[in-house]
């Protein structure tokens, strides 16, 4: 199961989210507003900006949210998309 960081908590609070452990199998994260679930972000076979961080360092992580954020750029924009959404929590 996915830990979510106090960092993504943070950010899911800005964004006035709630994030909980998914429970769709292939996904890190459920995002619910006003108590309902609006999306599922993050598939489980694919690490993030908070595990590139821990386990690689600051610039591995840097380089990785950059090459992620050229390969979403249209998702990212979208705003309460899924793409959106994944990137604010799981990419900053």
């Known amino acids: 199961m996915y830990q979510i960081s106090n960092r993504q908590k943070k950010i899911a609070k800005f964004l006035k989210v709630t994030i909980l452990p998914s429970t769709n199998k292939n996904k890190k994260i459920d995002v619910y507003k006003n108590g309902y679930k609006i999306v599922s ?21 840097n380089e990785r949210r ?27």
């Open 41 to 61: 972000i993050g598939a489980t076979g694919y690490n993030d900006y908070s595990i590139y961080l821990k386990e690689y360092g600051l610039n591995y992580a």
């Open 66 to 92: 950059r090459l992620y954020k050229l390969r979403h750029a249209k998702d990212i924009t979208k705003k309460g998309s899924a793409g959106y959404y994944a990137y604010l929590i799981l990419w900053n």
